[in-house]
C-alpha cells in the first residue's frame, strides 16, 4: 500500500486539505486513524476526538464527505449539498483517501459514519488495522 498521493478516479476528488492530511499521515510514520462523520455533520466535528489520538501518538485524518462545505454556516445556507450522494460515491471517497496511506489506518466512523466506516474497510479489500463505529456521547 505504498502510494505519494491517493487516486483520483471515480465521481470523488480527494481536496487538497484532504491529500495534505494523507500526505502528513505518510511523512510522519506513525499509525493513522480515519475519522468518519455521519450524516448532517462535518469534519470539525471529530477535532477533540483527533486531538486525543494525535496526542497519543497517532496521525488523525479528518476528511469530508464529497462535496462537504467547509464551515457550519455554509452547510446552513445550503443544505441541499449534503443530498444526492449515493452510499457507494461516499464510501468510494474514504477508500481513495485510505488508500493513499502507506500504513494501515484504524478507521471510526460515528452513527452513519460507522457504515461508511465498515464499506470503506472491507471495500476492495483494504488492508486496515480496525474498524470501529462510535455511538454519541454527550460531555
Known amino acids: 500500500m505504498k502510494a505519494s498521493n491517493p487516486p483520483q478516479t471515480g465521481a470523488t476528488t480527494i481536496v487538497e486539505h484532504e491529500m495534505q492530511q494523507v500526505q502528513r499521515a505518510n511523512a510522519t510514520g506513525r499509525p493513522p486513524v480515519v475519522f468518519i462523520h455521519g450524516l448532517w455533520l462535518l469534519p470539525s466535528s ?3 476526538w483527533a486531538k486525543v489520538f494525535e496526542d497519543a501518538g497517532y496521525t488523525a485524518l479528518t476528511p ?16 441541499e449539498v449534503f443530498a444526492k450522494k449515493t ?32 464499506i470503506t ?12 463505529s462510535r455511538k454519541a456521547t454527550t460531555s
Open 46 to 48: 471529530w477535532d477533540r
Open 87 to 118: 452510499i457507494g460515491e461516499v464510501a468510494d471517497h474514504f477508500e481513495q483517501i485510505v488508500r493513499g496511506l502507506n500504513r494501515k489506518p484504524a478507521i471510526i466512523g460515528h452513527s452513519f459514519g460507522g457504515l461508511i466506516a465498515q
Open 64 to 79: 469530508g464527505w464529497p462535496d462537504d462545505p467547509e464551515t457550519v454556516e455554509e452547510a446552513n445556507a445550503k443544505p
Open 121 to 132: 474497510s472491507c471495500h476492495g479489500r483494504l488492508r486496515t488495522r480496525r474498524t470501529t
